[in-house]
């Protein structure tokens, strides 16, 4: 193609308004491109200096709330407070300057801390963001401008669950999957364009809890896996029917996000409940272990290889085997309670009690530090009751963190 042509075809391209495809190194969503807390992301520093890596920016306006950070080129989306209202937020995420923000709803009130949990979802030209109070909306990424609209509550039927909505919606296809919980299904499908309903689940309606969904396809039959407190299920994601289910003993909250793996699936709970590793089969599910090695609360568990990281309330952070449910090693002495991602052979551990970032090299030998530093300054208006509990997020070079109003930017390239 001549270059004349190229010049033309790429013009062609802008004018149409085609939103170019999320590149490796984009976070566009919830742990991740593919909902696994791993960045396929190379070339970045596998050790800090004493002082950790170079702060880039500081954005101290982001309000209340939880939410992690989408990031997708040169665009950062999370969730905040602002005038007594729930908003999202778009920055630059080279420079932290605001480029536009969009009402969500009304601020979810809450003991261990008012404001969203939920992390942006951005597909596209559009960013779709759920408030904690269930208030969900299709923004267009570029200027905000609201597209649709749709209460989890008051249109879908749902109830708010007690800590409020705290899913991550997912995208796939042409449609939006959400969890309102309820009589009329526990998941809901919504045309991504319009926000219609396409279908509920509604021969599994238990109410909602705050994991987040994942597709599958296993036995070449796509699905959404979502886990309550009380069930596992796949549910066929061209007509919102269960698939297949299996029981969980959950307590009180649950919260990570299920894992699947070469037709298994795994999931994890705090509050002492533990863990176990499903076989889906030909959809009549079997237990394959359960354990109390890791009882993961909140931070999130990564399968890399055949080990799943994280931290447990039982023991600390460790390397649990997929295959036997049983730890590698165990160490709670070197780093508190808290969060985990992955990025470029290292895990990015962050304590919820202190602001204490770790650069933790993935073995099965044990805990092997590659640097740390605390994060600074840290914010003044979090609950008392409340901790850093904001997931790191991994984006083209950058290592982005939060704590409430305060977002950090740190370069992790080489």
């Known amino acids: 193609m001549s270059s004349r042509l190229m010049l033309v075809s790429l013009i062609a ?6 939103t170019p495809k999320a590149s490796a190194g984009d976070w566009p969503g919830w742990r991740g491109a593919d909902r696994t807390d791993i960045s396929k992301e190379k070339g970045l520093l596998q050790k800090w200096p004493a002082k950790g890596p170079d702060k880039l920016w ?58 969203p949990r939920c992390t942006p979802t951005v597909d596209g030209d ?11 909306i299709c923004v267009n990424a570029k200027t905000g401008k609201k597209i649709w609209s749709k209460s989890l509550t008051d249109d879908l039927g749902g109830r708010v669950p007690g800590w409020g909505y705290t899913e991550s919606v997912l995208i796939d296809g042409n449609k939006v999957i959400c969890t309102p919980g309820g009589k009329k299904g526990t998941l809901a499908a919504l045309d991504k364009s319009t926000g219609n309903v396409l279908w509920r689940s509604k021969d599994w309606t238990d109410g909602a809890q705050y994991s ?12 959404y896996i ?92 460790n390397a649990q085997s997929i295959k036997t449910g049983s730890s590698a090693w165990r160490e709670r002495r070197k780093l508190g309670k ?31 530090e590659h640097g740390r530093f605390t ?22 070079g950058k290592l982005y963190l939060r704590d409430q109003d305060i977002i950090y930017c740190f370069d992790i390239k080489k």
Not at 212 to 223: C, E, G, L, T
Request: hydrophobic share 35%.
């Open 126 to 136: 559009r960013v779709y963001a759920l408030g904690g109070r269930g208030n969900l």
């Open 212 to 223: 987040s969904p994942i597709v599958a396809v296993h036995n070449r039959k796509r699905q």
């Open 375 to 396: 994060l600074s300054p840290q914010s003044e208006i979090r609950s008392r009751a409340g901790r850093i509990w904001t997931h790191p997020t991994i984006a083209n």
């Open 58 to 115: 500081m954005y101290q306006s982001a309000g209340k709330g939880y939410s992690g950070m989408a990031v997708v080129g040169n665009r950062l989306y999370t969730l905040g407070t602002r005038a007594g209202k729930t908003i999202l937020i778009c920055l630059d995420a080279t420079n932290s300057d605001e480029v536009w923000t969009a009402q969500v709803g009304s601020i979810l009130g809450n003991h261990w801390g008012d404001g």
């Open 226 to 317: 979502q886990l309550t407190q009380k069930t596992l299920a796949g549910v066929d994601a061209g007509t919102g029917k269960v698939l297949w289910r299996s029981s969980w003993g959950g307590r009180t909250a649950v919260i990570p996000t299920p894992i699947y793996h070469k037709g298994h699936v795994y999931i994890s709970s705090g509050y002492g409940v533990g863990s176990k590793l499903v076989k889906i089969g030909n959809n009549n599910p079997t237990d394959v272990w359960e354990s109390k090695d890791m009882v993961n609360h909140h931070g999130g568990v990564i399968l890399l290889g055949d080990h799943l990281f994280g931290y447990s309330d039982r023991g600390g952070w």
């Open 338 to 368: 808290g969060a985990i991602a992955y990025a470029d052979n290292r895990f990015y551990c962050i304590s919820e009690s202190d602001g204490t970032v770790v650069l933790l090299e993935p073995s099965t030998k044990g805990w092997k």
């Open 13 to 18: 391209i802008c004018l149409s308004g085609i």
